[in-house]
């Protein structure tokens, strides 16, 4: 079964509920949320209470969400260590409870926020395998953080050339190195960030926020 609801505060309280009533597992994804942060509280809460409770939860953010929020925000708001795994898959808002239930949600543009509880076997079975494989091959959060944050002057100077779209000559001269040392500079920043192009480079430093 299948129902349809709109994502409003009846929808943040219905999410506690199936939260609080965890008894083995509890996956949560959060891409795009339809509220704002200082709502996700409450979830965070009861996600820490059933983590030291002994049940198995996973929480899996997209890249945006965590570059659209400052270092200190996510860590304050999700505590769960390791539990926590960032990705740049697309992917809808859920909470699977236990693979007998889940909720979806998300927000279209200049459209009201809608919510669907599901509870049909074959459904939740695709949801629950979905995100349990995105989870698995996520980073975690603090090697994610780490990968965005522990850059040095010259590898943000390469960013924002690279951002500028100056040619290779161009850039080298602007950091006064050669071009055979600009160029090995976007190599090792490309292989950092685990893309194979320069337009996959420059996607991933956009989702990480490292644009001025």
């Known amino acids: 079964m299948t129902v349809e609801l709109n994502a409003d505060e009846q929808w943040a309280e219905n999410l506690r509920r199936m939260l609080v009533g965890v008894r083995h597992e509890a996956v949560m994804a959060i891409a795009r949320p339809v509220r704002p942060e200082t709502e996700y509280g409450a979830e965070d809460t009861v996600f820490r209470q059933l983590h030291e409770a002994g049940k198995k939860v996973r929480l899996l953010l997209s890249t945006a969400y965590v570059g659209s929020r400052g270092r200190q925000s996510v860590l304050r708001q999700f505590t769960l260590g390791s539990q926590i795994r960032v990705t740049d898959?697309?992917?809808c808002n859920a909470l699977i409870v236990d693979r007998e239930r889940a909720a979806l949600w998300a927000a279209a543009p200049g459209q009201q926020p809608r919510g669907y509880l599901v509870a049909e076997p074959a459904l939740l079975g695709v949801v629950h395998q979905f995100a349990t494989s995105t989870w698995h091959s996520a980073r975690r959060l603090r090697d994610h953080l780490?990968?965005?944050?522990?850059?040095d002057s010259v590898a943000l100077a390469v960013v924002e050339q690279l951002h500028a779209g100056a040619k290779d000559e161009t850039a080298a001269r602007a950091l006064g190195v050669?071009?055979?040392t600009y160029r090995r500079y976007v190599a090792q920043l490309m292989a950092r960030f685990e893309v194979s192009t320069r337009f996959q480079l420059g996607v991933r430093v956009r989702e990480l926020g490292l644009l001025s």
């Not at 780490?146 to 850059?151: A, C, N, Q």
């Open 178 to 180: 050669s071009l055979r």
């Open 146 to 151: 780490e990968l965005r944050d522990g850059l």
């Open 89 to 91: 898959t697309d992917f």
